[in-house]
């Protein structure tokens, strides 16, 4: 039996292209997590484009050192998804990662207990209008609830929550989600429980270190299957030992077995349109959405807004395109195929999603113009030449990271 969702308040990752409503009657949503470096930007990228591919409509990044939040500020304006940093220790990091522009934060009570701290952090929140996680983690549980409750119980992962939100009311800040994290499924299905009793705020679902697959498999949807069951929960994450595109094809997996989200055949993604696009992104995305649903076609297909980074973010789609300088690059699997104007995108991206729904990736990729990729590349060479390579400012953020 699955229960009416337990109502809960909306907080809003107020990404430009994908903004993501938590809570109140949005569909339950999909995270994850890089296992990137976050300094290497291009690597990072990667891997949240393959992410958002595979489902996941939030993304996390690590923030534990400046290098990390300086690449955040390159990450940020070019994430198809809305991006949280993952703060460990430091506060600092926690408004480094703010003036890179994240979309939310997930503090964890356990690692940043000083009061004066986590105020600070919440009033820098409260003012650039950005939410936070409260991330309880039953392996870094503030001693003292240890000591209080005898040892890790659902009370004490409850109560380390409850204390973090008495901080953030006496700032007047309460934009904010919550996640009561533990290894051992009964226990985090039991701190769950407890704390949809006591707050209405939004709830992150997940079973912290459920290991590799397919035992981590089991164990995480055994905890977030009865959750979501019983009408708990509006956002949830697979903890894997697995690369992360796992994580997210369980959890929109999960969430369609259950009927919280819909089956979809078509999977169009799109960049978020930063400095380097000189094309109406949107415009193009939702006239190739358009076209290609017709064909009924169950592929993967981006859409691009720059031909410097297009293909590379999103070269784990099956087909896309990539704009600039008045013509599109079309690519599968990251190779461009062919070299068009700028008016026959769409037309082209629907004479190859028939070519690579019927014949394969493999077939599409022998049909390659033979001066494609050389013509690109004079594309792309032509355009870092005119635009530089900090297009969307992000070396201003840098600098001011610098001074924290």
């Known amino acids: 039996m699955i229960y009416e969702r337990r109502k809960t308040r909306e ?3 107020d990404h430009p292209s994908h903004p993501v409503t938590v809570g109140g009657d949005a569909p339950v949503s999909v995270q994850s997590m890089t296992i990137t470096k976050t300094a290497d930007v291009e690597g990072t990228l990667q891997q949240i484009y393959a992410l958002y591919g595979a489902g996941a409509d939030i993304v996390r990044c690590t923030c534990n050192e400046k290098e990390a939040a300086e690449g955040l500020a390159q990450i940020v304006p070019r994430s198809p998804v809305p991006i949280v940093a993952d703060i460990h220790h430091q506060y600092k990091m ?3 990662a703010l ?17 004066e701290h986590i105020k600070a952090v919440a009033m820098e929140c409260k003012d ?4 936070i996680r409260i991330g309880v983690n039953g392996g870094s549980l503030d001693p003292d609830l240890y000591e209080k409750h005898d040892g890790l119980t659902a009370e004490a992962m409850v109560e380390s ?3 973090e939100l008495d901080y953030f009311a006496e700032v007047g800040f309460d934009d904010v989600k919550i996640s009561v994290k533990a290894s051992n499924v009964p226990l985090m299905i039991e701190a769950y429980r407890q704390l949809s009793e006591v707050t209405d705020h939004p709830l992150h679902l997940g079973v912290t270190e459920a290991g590799p697959p397919p035992a981590g498999l089991i164990k995480a949807t055994a905890g977030l299957a009865t959750l979501l069951s019983e009408g708990i929960g509006d956002t949830i994450r697979y903890s894997l030992t697995a690369d992360p595109v796992q994580e997210a094809r369980a959890g929109r997996q999960l969430l369609e077995a259950l009927g919280l989200r819909e089956r979809t055949g078509l999977d169009l993604i799109a960049c978020p349109s930063c400095g380097r ?5 949107y415009a193009i995305a939702d006239a190739a959405q358009k076209a290609l649903e017709e064909l009924e076609v169950p592929i993967q297909v981006a859409v691009m807004g720059c031909v410097v980074n297009g293909p590379g973010e999103a070269r784990e789609a099956d087909l896309g395109i990539a704009a600039g300088r008045k013509r599109g690059h079309l690519f599968v699997k990251g190779k461009v195929v062919k070299v068009v104007a700028e008016d026959e995108m769409v037309a082209e991206l629907v004479e190859w999603a028939k070519i690579v ?12 113009d033979a001066g494609a990729a050389a013509e690109a590349e004079k594309d792309r060479a032509a355009l870092l030449t005119e635009q530089g390579d900090d297009v969307n400012q992000a070396d201003e953020h840098i600098q001011q990271i610098r001074k924290l």
């Not at 934060?105 to 009061?115: A, Q, S, V």
């Not at 696009?277 to 992104?281: G, I, K, L, N």
């Not at 729904?357 to 390659?368: I, M, P, Q």
């Open 277 to 281: 696009a000189e094309v109406d992104v």
């Open 99 to 115: 003036e890179a522009g994240v979309h939310c934060l997930r503090l964890n009570p356990g690692n940043i207990r000083r009061p």
């Open 128 to 131: 650039r209008g950005v939410p």
């Open 11 to 13: 907080v809003v990752l």
């Open 161 to 163: 929550a409850q204390r």
């Open 94 to 96: 926690a408004l480094a």
């Open 357 to 368: 729904s019927e014949d394969g990736v493999e077939a599409a990729l022998e049909r390659a």
